[in-house]
């Protein structure tokens, strides 16, 4: 049974993936909903923090209904990695994780995320520094490695493991192939069974079904799963996903119905904790995705993502359950998520 600190999980769980900018309380609340095993906050600027900028700061807030939940630092700088560690000691996450993987140019080109896999002594520093002062399990998220010339996560994975992260994530991707591709997780598999790693290796890229969820588990023998894009849209994922890896069946999807109350709670949630219309605004991509395969739905989308109003969209939502409520959907499309989305700025 997988074990991070003194939290236990079930067999086979299933994890959320951190996402910048998509995986705030709102939508943590919905994933948990439907049965995520273990969440994590957007991931966590070590310099916003220690200057406690307020938005970072704000990326902490932590529920007690939504543990166990983890919190994701990055950064290049030794002493504000340590320093950030032991500002997170005043907050309550179950987890700290530190963040090996951002592809993004202005993270990675600055050594930090996946470029930090190019410095190893520097990963090294600062893995070992963070696991000194925090008060928390601490484990990393990293890839393959830089590009295909230099896939380096097996050594890697175990200096994380000497320096005493509890727990690495894998995405199965380089950080040359940002988000395009498929990812590869014979490399992941490989990690898993080398004698000489003992600490749980999670792995990620890909997932979108419970089919694929059971391929994962079996062929490679990872202790946890990890999804990302494929919830964006679909928090009800992790319900597909556990039925599947218990039953071996599939559920149907949300009827049209189930999605008009999803995006409600969604929405409440969304309003009640973001300020001003921000709440509003974050709901809008989530609702394209709710409502993608909903067949002559061009006017009211357009309608919902022009909504200004809770008032105006509970509205919208209504009349989407009167005129649409007994439409059947298309899985194949209602399943489609982001996934050739490359976030390559
Ligand atoms: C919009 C977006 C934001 C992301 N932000 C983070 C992040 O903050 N920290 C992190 O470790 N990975 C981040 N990732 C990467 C995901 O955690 C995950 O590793 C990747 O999407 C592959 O998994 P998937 O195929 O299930 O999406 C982000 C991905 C996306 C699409």
């Known amino acids: 049974m997988l074990k991070i600190g003194n939290t236990e999980f079930n067999d086979r769980p299933v994890f959320l993936a951190p996402m910048e900018d998509v995986t705030d309380p709102s939508f943590r609340y919905m994933c948990k909903k439907f049965g995520a095993d273990l969440m994590f906050t957007e991931f966590i600027s070590a310099d916003g923090l220690i200057r406690e900028a307020q938005k970072t700061v704000k990326k902490l ?183 599947y890896l218990e039953t071996g069946e599939e559920l149907p999807i949300p009827t049209v119905l189930e999605r008009v109350d999803y995006a409600r709670e969604h929405l409440h949630k969304s309003v009640d904790y973001k300020e001003g219309m921000r709440g509003i605004y974050e709901m809008r991509r989530h609702f394209t995705m709710y409502f993608k395969a909903i067949p002559n739905f061009k006017e009211t989308r357009l309608k919902l993502l022009t909504a200004n109003t809770v008032e105006e969209i509970e509205s919208l939502l209504d009349l989407i359950a009167d005129k649409f409520g007994n439409v059947e959907l298309n899985k194949e499309v209602a399943n489609l998520g982001i996934y050739e989305k490359s976030i390559d700025n």
């Open 61 to 243: 807030d932590i529920f007690d209904y939504e543990r166990p939940v983890g919190t994701q630092i990055y950064g290049h700088i030794p002493d504000a990695m340590e320093e950030a560690a032991r500002f997170i000691n005043n907050a309550d996450p179950d987890i700290l994780d530190i963040n090996y993987g951002c592809p993004v140019k202005k993270i990675a080109g600055r050594g930090a995320g996946s470029g930090m896999m190019r410095n190893l002594p520097l990963m090294k520093e600062i893995t070992e520094r963070v696991v000194k002062v925090s008060r928390f399990p601490v484990t990393a998220k990293t890839r393959l490695g830089w590009d295909s010339e230099s896939l380096n996560v097996e050594e890697v994975a175990l200096m994380l493991q000497d320096c005493g992260i509890q727990a690495l994530t894998i995405h199965g991707r380089t950080r040359a192939q940002m988000y395009k591709g498929e990812a590869d997780w014979t490399l992941i598999g490989k990690v898993k069974n080398n004698p000489n790693i003992h600490i749980p290796i999670i792995g990620n890229g890909d997932i979108t079904s419970g089919k694929i969820a059971a391929e994962r588990f079996n062929a490679f023998g990872v202790d946890a799963i990890m999804i990302g894009r494929a919830a964006i849209g679909r928090p009800w994922i992790f319900r597909e996903v556990k039925h």
